[in-house]
């Protein structure tokens, strides 16, 4: 199984699913996730904690969050997820690939290209790099994939970049949550 990490959102917006013979309501930003990480042509077992924990049951909740870190670990990869596709968060993971292709090269080209760097500098301000959970979650993962939509990167090729990147990007977030993750 995948291991999904995402930010729940606004709980007043909600869209309701099938999950086996129930209907349940969850958040939208669960509900984009789970449309964007569907796959075509064959089934994805993926563990998210707002349909695999019982919400409205306080002790399994407590019980499920000492757990949490096994769940991560266990999982095959952990998904984190940032959102539906956008030209902004497109342009972020466009650069990435670009200065992992051209790795030294690139820095003095995209000191140049502000808007691109805008990009990663806002992709940088999603709440998810703010969440307090996200810490366990990484830090438990064997591996982990960042996500918009259908485009994705390795948690350690994103990280590579922003660090190398780092001194150069407008940031207010917190640089803790890059020196956790899995091992490379």
Known sequence: FEALSYVWGDSLRQREIICGDSEVDIGINLHEALEG????????????????????????????????????????????WLGKETDANRGAFKMIRAIC??????????????????????LLRHSWFRRIWVTQELASARSAVVMCGK?????????????????IIPHQYAKETYELGPPP
């Open 37 to 80: 990480l569907r796959l075509p042509d064959q089934e994805r077992v993926v563990w998210a904690d707002a349909l695999c924990i019982n919400q409205a049951d306080i002790k399994e909740r407590t019980h499920q969050v000492q757990q949490i870190g096994e769940v991560y670990s266990t999982a095959q990869r952990v998904l984190i």
């Open 101 to 122: 292709a051209e790795y030294p090269n690139q820095m003095a080209r995209w000191v140049d290209e502000a808007r691109e760097l805008g990009y990663l500098s806002n």
């Open 151 to 167: 485009s994705e990167l390795s948690w350690n090729v994103f990280k590579g970049v922003v660090d190398f990147l780092w001194p």
